[in-house]
């Protein structure tokens, strides 16, 4: 890989990556409410799941994703009603003294079905190995080089935006603040599956 392409990989990575999306915005929400060592889990099942995805594309799983209809649909619409499960989740959770069984945050394996049930995430790392592999090139280590750059650019990705929502969760202190805030963040979950939809 040229250090032009390596540059280009690492540039689409970070904004593939840090543009908020679902686990963007679950790894705030969790954040905010839990503290940042509570959702390290949460991280590590979507960075995992996200670079084994990577991997699993260029083996052609992901095409499978993409060109089967059926598949694509039960992704999209499985992924879409665990996320707005999710998104009641957060936006009834309560912290604190306040704090149930019910009321935690998510873990690595939920992490990793949300971002294995993902359809834009498959789109993603099926474009970075199709866009950053290279004819002739040896095709196992440069899926592999994509899978380790993806991943690290979503383990960043985490850290930067847990990191934020546990900044935010200082500031959280009165009930009915920190309610308003999960339900905001609740609604932007939703939000955020909007394009999902959009071109079928």
């Known amino acids: 890989m040229h250090d032009e392409q390596f540059l280009s990989l690492v540039l689409f990575a970070a904004a593939v990556t840090f543009s908020p999306g679902p686990n963007v915005v679950l790894v705030t929400a969790c954040?905010?409410?839990?503290g940042f060592r509570p959702v390290v889990?949460?991280?590590?099942?979507i960075t995992v799941t996200f670079g084994l995805m990577t991997l699993a594309s260029g083996l052609g799983v992901a095409g499978v994703v993409r060109t089967e209809p059926t598949v694509h649909l039960l992704l999209k619409y499985l992924g879409a009603a665990y996320l707005l499960y999710l998104a009641w989740r957060i936006g009834s959770a309560k912290s604190g003294p306040q704090a149930t069984a019910r009321s935690r945050p998510i873990t690595y394996v939920?992490?990793?079905v949300i971002t294995a049930l993902n359809p834009k995430a498959w789109v993603s790392v099926l474009g970075a190995v199709a866009a950053y592999t290279t004819v002739g090139g040896s095709f196992l280590i440069e899926t592999t080089l994509i899978a380790g750059i993806?991943?690290?650019s979503c383990l960043l990705s985490c850290i930067v935006w847990g990191g934020f929502g546990s900044a935010?969760?200082?500031l959280l202190g009165k009930p009915r603040i920190r309610t308003s805030f999960n339900w905001f963040m609740a609604g932007l979950l939703a939000v955020s599956?909007?394009?999902l939809f959009m071109h079928d």
């Not at 954040?31 to 839990?34: L, Q, R, S, V």
């Open 31 to 34: 954040a905010a409410n839990f």
């Open 41 to 45: 889990p949460q991280m590590l099942g």
């Open 110 to 112: 939920e992490a990793s």
């Open 150 to 152: 993806l991943a690290a």
């Open 168 to 170: 935010i969760g200082r």
């Open 193 to 195: 599956l909007v394009p």
